[in-house]
């Protein structure tokens, strides 16, 4: 029951901020949608065992009443994302999890049960695709968005700028009493530190079109299936994850973690 509550909750707090609402009954209208993909979810956890092709339906059907939630209230939250791929993975769509759980880890990149949930997605793909050595150099650059909140980023890149020239004109006023020019380097080259981590994520991370392989896709070295050769014998599996580099009609140039390019029909693409 507080599971329920505390779903209905989100929606109605994100739909407040969202900005398209038409009134208090298109919000409780919203709120009965996610109490009522959670009961489908449930019913699919207690069929798992006695009828597993049931509860795969079941949990299909949750994942599209969540998502017709999150579309139609124009919602952007991380819990209700990480809903989505849980009931999306349990039905096996593993291409459709991946695309919620990156969603979710954009909007909430220390959330731990995405990342989990991620994880165990990643972990059905069988199809596996090397990163390339940039993509590692920038996953090890951004090793702390799993563990450190940005918030507290935020928190550190401001705040140790107004502590460094607090401390600078402190020092001004009485340079006699305060000759610890450490503690004020310390607190510029946090803030600069921080703040290169955030503008570094802005640029690299989110100004990237990234996708994901939801249904099989066959990959071509042109935007036309009849008049360019397959790009690789095998076609790609749901739950490969790309990013989209052109756009040309029905289809997408994709780049693969490894560096290859390939064209594939935008159909078989959801966007993170």
Same mark, same amino acid.
């Given at each position: 029951?507080?599971?329920?509550?505390?779903?209905?909750? =989100?929606?109605?707090? *994100?739909?407040?901020?969202?900005?398209?609402?038409? /009134?208090?009954?298109?919000?409780? +209208?919203?709120?009965?949608?996610?109490?009522?993909?959670?009961?489908?979810?449930?019913?699919?956890?207690? &069929?798992?065992?006695?009828?597993? *092709?049931?509860?795969? +339906?079941?949990?299909?059907?949750?994942?599209?009443?969540?998502?017709?939630?999150?579309?139609?209230?124009? =919602?952007?939250?991380?819990?209700?994302?990480?809903?989505?791929? !849980?009931?999306?993975?349990?039905?096996?769509? %593993? /291409?459709?999890?991946?695309?919620?759980?990156?969603?979710?880890?954009?909007?909430?990149?220390?959330?731990?049960?995405?990342?989990?949930?991620?994880?165990?997605?990643?972990?059905? %793909?069988?199809?596996? %695709?090397?990163?390339?050595?940039?993509? &590692?150099?920038?996953?090890?650059?951004?090793? @702390?968005? /799993?563990?450190?909140?940005?918030?507290?980023?935020?928190?550190?890149?401001?705040?140790? #700028?107004?502590?460094?020239?607090?401390?600078?004109?402190?020092?001004? =006023? @009485?340079? +006699?009493?305060?000759? &610890?020019? @450490?503690?004020?380097?310390?607190?510029?080259?946090?803030?600069?530190?921080?703040?290169?981590?955030? =503008?570094?994520?802005?640029?690299?991370? #989110?100004?990237?079109?990234?996708?994901?392989?939801?249904?099989?896709?066959? *990959? #071509? !070295?042109?935007?036309?299936?009849?008049? #360019?050769?397959?790009?690789?014998?095998?076609?790609?599996?749901?739950?490969?994850?790309?990013?989209?580099?052109?756009?040309?009609?029905?289809?997408?140039?994709?780049?693969?973690?490894?560096?290859?390019?390939? @064209?594939?029909?935008?159909?078989?693409?959801?966007?993170?």
């Amino acid at each position: 029951m507080m599971k329920r509550l505390w779903a209905v909750l =989100i929606v109605l707090l *994100g739909i407040s901020f969202a900005g398209a609402v038409s /009134g208090q009954e298109r919000a409780v +209208e919203q709120g009965v949608m996610v109490e009522r993909a959670q009961e489908l979810f449930e019913q699919g956890v207690a &069929r798992v065992k006695d009828d597993p *092709g049931l509860a795969r +339906e079941l949990f299909g059907q949750s994942a599209a009443m969540f998502e017709a939630v999150v579309r139609e209230g124009n =919602i952007n939250n991380h819990r209700l994302e990480t809903n989505i791929g !849980n009931a999306n993975l349990l039905a096996g769509d %593993v /291409g459709r999890a991946v695309v919620h759980y990156r969603r979710a880890l954009k909007l909430s990149p220390a959330d731990e049960r995405a990342r989990a949930g991620l994880e165990s997605a990643r972990g059905r %793909v069988l199809q596996r %695709v090397e990163k390339s050595m940039v993509n &590692r150099a920038i996953d090890a650059f951004f090793w @702390w968005r /799993g563990f450190v909140p940005r918030g507290w980023v935020l928190l550190i890149a401001g705040g140790g #700028y107004v502590l460094g020239w607090v401390g600078v004109i402190v020092r001004r =006023i @009485w340079s +006699e009493h305060f000759d &610890r020019g @450490w503690v004020i380097a310390g607190c510029f080259v946090a803030s600069f530190a921080a703040g290169g981590m955030l =503008i570094g994520e802005q640029v690299v991370l #989110y100004g990237v079109d990234e996708a994901v392989v939801v249904q099989e896709a066959a *990959g #071509y !070295n042109g935007p036309d299936a009849q008049a #360019y050769e397959k790009t690789f014998q095998a076609p790609l599996e749901p739950g490969v994850e790309v990013v989209v580099e052109e756009e040309r009609g029905d289809w997408v140039l994709v780049r693969l973690g490894d560096g290859r390019s390939t @064209w594939v029909l935008a159909g078989s693409l959801g966007r993170v």
